[in-house]
């Protein structure tokens, strides 16, 4: 079975602009999370989808938003981008509740200059 | 709000002493997972506890889960390089959607 992949695995970035980033989950993974992840911080849940609908909100401001398509495919959108938002970006996939094992994907490490 | 307090942050130790991480919640939780991130890489999947007072072992590492479920550690037996890493717990806890709470993660450095 294949993993959960991230693209784009890196990602340079000016302030002020915005990026999408895309997991696709394991095949018949239904929940899919996205956590933010720097050094000294470690991983902080931005939000999880399940069925295309976002089910669990972390404390990130709204700038940070996602979508999750049919299958399972999701996206996270980061507005306005700020220096404090670089990071790596992981993905997560589970098969049903939040709860179960979570299988992370390689990351998507940004930076802004 | 609900957390999952690991402590410590980080530890160094020479190759063959061993290595304990604990994890305190500030609240009853259903699981306890823990996973392992290598430097560089991403978070993986070791080992679930599920019931009260249960204990796993993996090899040289030994999982514990709290009687309350609300505690939790993972002790790590003579340590070796490969054992480098951050070690992360995570609680589950019930509820209409459920959470997940990570720790903020144990980093081991062993020397050789």
């Known amino acids: 079975k294949a993993g959960v992949t991230q693209t784009p695995r890196y990602l340079i970035k000016t302030r002020g602009q915005q990026v999408t980033l895309s997991c696709s989950p394991i095949?018949?993974?239904?929940?899919v999370s996205w956590y933010q992840q720097t050094p000294g911080q470690g991983l902080q849940f931005l939000f999880e989808?399940?069925?295309?609908?976002?089910?669990n909100k972390g404390n990130f401001p709204g700038r940070f938003s996602g979508r999750q398509f049919s299958n399972s495919r999701s996206e996270m959108n980061v507005s306005t981008l700020e220096l404090g938002d670089s990071a790596l970006y992981l993905c997560?996939?589970?098969?049903?509740?939040?709860?179960?094992?979570?299988?992370f994907g390689p990351g998507t490490r940004l930076t802004v200059l | 709000g609900q957390q999952v307090m690991q402590i410590p942050q980080y530890q160094h130790v020479q190759e063959g002493e061993d290595f304990t991480t604990y994890c305190n919640s500030s609240?009853?939780?259903?699981?306890i997972q823990w996973y392992k991130q290598r430097p560089g890489g991403h978070p993986v999947f070791l080992i679930q506890?599920?019931?009260?007072?249960e204990v796993k072992k993996q090899k040289r590492l030994t999982f514990q889960f709290g009687e309350a479920k609300k505690n939790s550690s993972l002790h790590i037996t003579a340590t070796q390089t490969t054992d480098v890493g951050t070690y992360f717990c995570?609680?589950?806890?019930?509820?209409?959607?459920?959470?997940?709470?990570f720790g903020q993660g144990t980093t081991l450095q062993v020397k050789p």
């Open positions: 997560a996939s589970s098969k049903g509740t939040i709860t179960d094992t979570q299988y």
């Open positions: 095949s018949g993974h239904r929940s």
């Open positions: 989808y399940f069925s295309e609908t976002q089910r």
């Open positions: 609240t009853t939780l259903s699981n």
């Open positions: 506890l599920v019931k009260s007072g």
């Open positions: 995570a609680g589950g806890v019930s509820g209409n959607t459920g959470k997940l709470i």
